[in-house]
């Protein structure tokens, strides 16, 4: 079974640019989530969709960031324009309706100079 | 606020045993996680304790105290391949509302 898929797996951009993080979460898994971790820092929440439904959308830093879920399938997540702060790992993650185990991927490590 | 603290680093020896501490305050508690991750690679669910006592899969284990706010992870005839960051984090509200407030990870070096 694959698991949680990321694309792509590293990014660099400059400040200003666009780049769409992709997410493909474990076929059947109803929740997916979305984390970054920047620097030195611990792994922070950004989102939470049920199929394709914003649960909990607190942790979005900002308008710049954009997640979309169509069809409750696969996620993307914009960053409109990116700025230097925007740098880190983003890691998605997906889960059953429990949400016991959460599954995540390898992460999009995006850079933006 | 809310503020989980692990220990930053420790060292071990193959085939000893190590305990990693996490201790948690947050707002409410819904569960607490245990994930392996090696440098690059993604997090790797270890356990998932909710209820207090001690949970035990294979050489690793994992124990909570709610009324402490305390788990620890305890790792048995430790690898080398054991060698990683070991990440605690917890689900602070019940329902729906799943998201993980999380430690900054200890980094375990096991030494031959």
């Known amino acids: 079974e694959a698991g949680v898929t990321q694309f792509p797996s590293h990014s660099v951009i400059e400040k200003g640019q666009t780049v769409t993080l992709r997410c493909d979460p474990i076929?059947?898994?109803?929740?997916l989530y979305w984390y970054r971790r920047v620097m030195g820092k611990e792994i922070k929440f950004l989102l939470h969709?049920?199929?394709?439904?914003?649960?909990?959308e607190s942790g979005m830093p900002n308008n710049r960031f954009l997640a979309e879920r169509t069809g409750g399938t696969y996620s993307t997540l914009k960053v409109q324009p990116a700025e230097l702060e925007d740098s880190g790992v983003y890691f998605c993650?997906?889960?059953?309706?429990?949400?016991?185990?959460?599954?995540f991927g390898e992460g999009s490590w995006l850079t933006v100079v | 606020g809310q503020n989980i603290d692990q220990p930053t680093e420790m060292t071990a020896t193959e085939g000893a045993i190590v305990q990693i501490n996490c201790t948690y305050q947050?707002?409410?508690?819904?569960?607490l996680f245990w994930y392996q991750q090696h440098a690059g690679e993604a997090p790797t669910f270890l356990s998932y304790?909710?209820l207090d006592g001690l949970e035990e899969k294979g050489r690793f284990s994992s124990f909570l105290s709610r009324s402490k706010g305390y788990s620890y992870l305890l790792l048995k005839e430790l690898q080398m391949k054991d060698s990683a960051s070991y990440l605690c984090?917890?689900?602070?509200?019940?329902?729906?509302?799943?998201?993980?407030?999380w430690g900054l990870g200890t980094s375990l070096a096991v030494n031959p």
């Open positions: 993650a997906s889960s059953t309706g429990t949400g016991n185990t959460i599954y």
């Open positions: 076929s059947g898994h109803d929740n």
């Open positions: 969709f049920v199929k394709e439904s914003k649960q909990d």
């Open positions: 947050t707002s409410g508690f819904n569960g």
């Open positions: 304790n909710v």
């Open positions: 984090a917890v689900r602070s509200n019940a329902g729906n509302n799943r998201k993980l407030i």
